[in-house]
C-alpha cells in the first residue's frame, strides 16, 4: 500500500533531544520569546487558525502576492470561502473590533502557525510559525520605541551576530499613495525593460517593485524617486531618534527602500535581516497600520506590530548546554517500578527545576545509564532490589568527575535532591 506523507513544505516537528536541529530550537526559542513578551507586559491573544477568505483580502491586500497566489482557501460545506491565516494581524484586529474593545488600548502577543502556498525553499514553508505582537489604540511615537525595544531585546537575548534592523517611514496613507503615483511614472517608460513579475508589481502593487530581486530593476530604480522626498520631517526625525537610541544595543539601517509585502502598512515600518540566512533573510517584519481597524468594519484605532518569522529565527540560534539540571531516574528491576515512581513523584515535588527523567524500559542498567549520559543528565538516582529493601538510593555524578557515588537513605536522597 502506498504510504501517506506530509504535505510539501509542511514540517514534522519532533525533538529528538538533539539541541542542533530545528525543533529543539524552535521549542526552545518559543519559550524563551513568550517570556520576554510577558515581561513587557503583553497580553496573549489567540485566534482561529481558519478565518473567513475575505478577512485577508480587505486587509492584507487583494494585490498583495499572499493574498493572490499564496492563500490556503477553500469553500466550506456551506460554500461559504475559508482560509487558513496566512498571518495574525488581521485576525487581531478582527477579534477586537468583534469584542467592542476597539476604543480601548491594548498590548498583546499571540504565536502559532501560519500558511502561505510559496514555492518551499530553505527558510521558506509553507507552514511556518510566528511569533507577534501587536500594539494598539496609541498613534506613532512610544510605541515605535516600545516595538524596536522589543526587537533588540530579542536580538540581544539570542546574541544574534550579523544582523541588522532595517527602518523606514512609509509617511500618511497620502504621502504613500503620491510616492506610489511618481514611482508609477518615473517606471513606466522602462515597462519593457522589467521582467514579468515586475511588470505585473507595478499594475497591481507599485511599491513591491521596490523589492524586486531582479538586478537590471535594481539597477533602474537607482535613479527612482525617493519616499524620503514625500513624507514630513517629522518621520524623518523618528527614524533618526529610533536609530540614534538603540544603536548601541542592536544594528539599525534606515532603507527608505524598504518597503513590506502586506498593504496594510503606512508610517513606520521595519525588518530585521540576517546575512546568515541566504536568499530568504528576513527573520522578523512589521510596522504601523493606523487604517487597519476602520478598514475591517471598526474605529479608528492607530496600531502597531511586528511578527517573526520562528523558524528562520531558530536558524540563527546556538542552543547552549541547558543550565537547567537533569536527573535520570533508574530503577533496575521491572517490578520495584511502582513504589521507586512513587519516590521519583515525590522528588518532583521537592525541587520543580529539576528535570527528573524517569527511565521506564525495562533494559539493563548500563544501558539506562548509556541513555541517561545521552540525556546529558547531571546525575543518576539508581534503585535496585538491595537499594529499597534497604531503604537507600545510589547517587551517581555523571558530569562531575571529582564527585564521588553515593548511597543514602531515601530521606537524604530527598534533601539531596532539594539542594541541586
Ligand atoms: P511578514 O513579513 O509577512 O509580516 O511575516 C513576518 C515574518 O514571517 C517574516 O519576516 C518571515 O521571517 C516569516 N515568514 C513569512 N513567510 C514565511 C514562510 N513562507 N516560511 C517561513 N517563514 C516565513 C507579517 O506577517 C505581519 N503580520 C507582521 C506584522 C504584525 N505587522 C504588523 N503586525
Redesign the pocket.
Known sequence: MDKIKSLTGMLDLYDDGDKTNLPAKLFYLEKKIRDIFLSYKLNEIRTPILEDTNLFIRSVGGASDIVNKEIYSFNDRNDKGIALRP???ASVIRAIIEKKLDQTNHKLWYMGPMW?Y?RPQK???RQ?N?A?V?ILGIPEGMPEFEMISIVCSIISEFKLQNCTIKINHLGTQKNKESFCNALVKFLEPFKESLDEKDRQRLKKNPLRVLDTKNNETQNILKDAPSIKEFIDSSAIDLLNSIQNNFSDICNIEIDYSLV???DYYSGFVFEAVSSELGAQD??????R?DQLCAKLGGKDLPSI?????L??FAELIELKDNSVKVVSFLCVTGNLEPKAYKIAHQLRSLNKDIILDVHLSDTSLKAKLRKANKNNSDYAIIIGDEELKNNKAVIKPLKNELEEQLTVSIDDLYSFFKSI
Open positions: 498571518e495574525g494581524t502561505r510559496e527558510g521558506r514553508y511556518f510566528q507577534g501587536e513590506r509585502g502586506l528576513s527573520f522578523l517584519g512589521g510596522g497600520y506590530g511586528m511578527a517573526i518569522g523558524e528562520r
